[in-house]
């Protein structure tokens, strides 16, 4: 943790241990000690990682890169690890997972996520549109095992598409600031020039870095990469040739995820791919042959399955539970099913029909469920 003066870190000294006690929590009752910091400063909490942003850029007409400046709760992060932001919108907050792609050996004192305001992405496009300095975002500390790990490898391969390049990106950068010199190869894939985020930084690193090989793959038209077209084996083992031999990081939309993987698999590699499913693959819901009620026990609530997630269905029946990625990675919506039987959108795998912690963004009912909600 880095100590400074500012006033948004302050509380990092032991005014923090005497807020966080029992008794101030007994005196501030019944509201949270933080709801009276936050008349002084709305960074300042007990526990919570508050931030600021700082800067806002658009690199790109669909995307948005923030700095923010979290406070002094923040506890930095391993390069590719993600974090749930979380944002009020219209009175409710909304939570999604971002990875911060600066160097870890950044400081402590900033974090930068980029993110792509997809047409059905709420958050990301409140993001886009609307961050602007000063603006506050609450943030969980980091979490996830796609991370560089502290040995680090040899010879690295990064592959990425689209908003997937964030988690790369904070592993180029970190790479580079240590001095790392193995050889690294930046492989990414892209629709165009103009969608590729972080395209002067990365061109700028190619040139500086000997050991680091930029390789960007557009798939629309004839333009100017250095490869063309979507991921293929043939095109991989042209331009990375000893790609069996590297430790490999992947993220990017399923499509291209399942294509790599696949590759990987049929070598036997596959222990040396490592890969962050940071886009949701659309689950597959069948809403004609669904059966049986979704019941809300606490609430009390019953609606008939329509067939979608357990976390669309709770929603639509008024409930607001808690939710962030919708994808399957956060945990953030898991809640106890009582009973009845789930089916995972992303295999396919049936649950128990017992009680159980399940993940509602991306469980379906088969039949009858009740949910702890
Ligand atoms: S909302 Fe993230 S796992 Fe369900």
Redesign the pocket.
């Known amino acids: 943790m880095i100590a400074t003066s500012s006033p948004t870190r302050f509380l990092s000294t032991g005014l923090r241990r005497v807020l966080g006690s029992r008794v101030a929590a007994a005196m501030a009752a019944p509201h949270s000690v933080d709801r009276y910091l936050e008349l002084f400063d709305p960074t300042w909490s007990v526990n919570e990682v508050r931030a600021e942003v700082t800067a806002v850029r658009h690199q790109t007409a669909d995307s948005v890169t923030l700095t923010l400046r979290p406070n002094a709760n923040w506890q930095g992060f391993r390069a590719g690890q993600f974090v749930r932001l979380t944002v009020d919108i219209d009175g409710v907050r909304r939570t999604r997972?971002y990875s911060p792609a600066n160097s870890v050996h950044a400081g402590n004192e900033h974090i930068e996520l980029t993110t792509k305001a997809h047409p059905t992405g709420f958050v990301s496009k409140f993001l886009r549109d609307e961050a602007r300095p000063g603006m506050i975002v609450t943030l969980s500390q980091a979490d996830g095992s796609f991370a560089l790990p502290q040995q680090r490898p040899e010879r690295v391969l990064l592959i990425s598409g689209g908003s997937g390049i964030t988690p790369v990106m904070a592993m180029l950068r970190t790479l580079c600031d240590e001095g790392y010199t193995g050889r690294i190869t930046f492989l990414h894939y892209s629709n165009a020039a103009k969608d590729l985020i972080y395209a002067a930084e990365l061109a700028e690193i190619a040139a500086r870095y000997l050991n680091v090989e930029l390789l960007r793959a557009f798939s629309e038209g004839a333009q100017c990469g250095e490869l063309q077209g979507l991921f293929h084996r043939e095109q991989l083992a042209t331009a990375v040739p000893d790609y069996a031999e590297a430790t490999t990081f992947l993220c990017g939309p399923p499509g291209m995820m399942k294509a790599v993987q696949k590759v990987w698999t049929e070598d036997g590699i596959g222990e040396r791919l490592h890969l962050e499913n940071f886009t949701a693959a659309t689950p597959v819901i069948d809403s004609t042959n669904a059966e049986g009620d979704v019941r809300f026990a606490r609430s009390e609530r019953l609606a008939a399955n329509n067939g979608a997630t357990l976390?669309d269905q709770a929603e639509a029946a008024g409930l607001r539970p808690e939710?962030?990625?919708?994808?399957?990675?956060?945990?953030?919506?898991?809640c106890r099913k009582l009973s009845g039987q789930v089916r995972d959108t992303r295999t396919g795998q049936l649950s128990d029909s017992g009680d159980e912690d399940i993940?509602?963004?991306?469980s379906v009912p088969v039949g009858t469920v009740t949910l702890d909600l």
């Open positions: 997972c976390l939710a962030g990625c919708r994808m399957g990675i956060c945990h953030t919506c898991t993940q509602i963004c991306v």
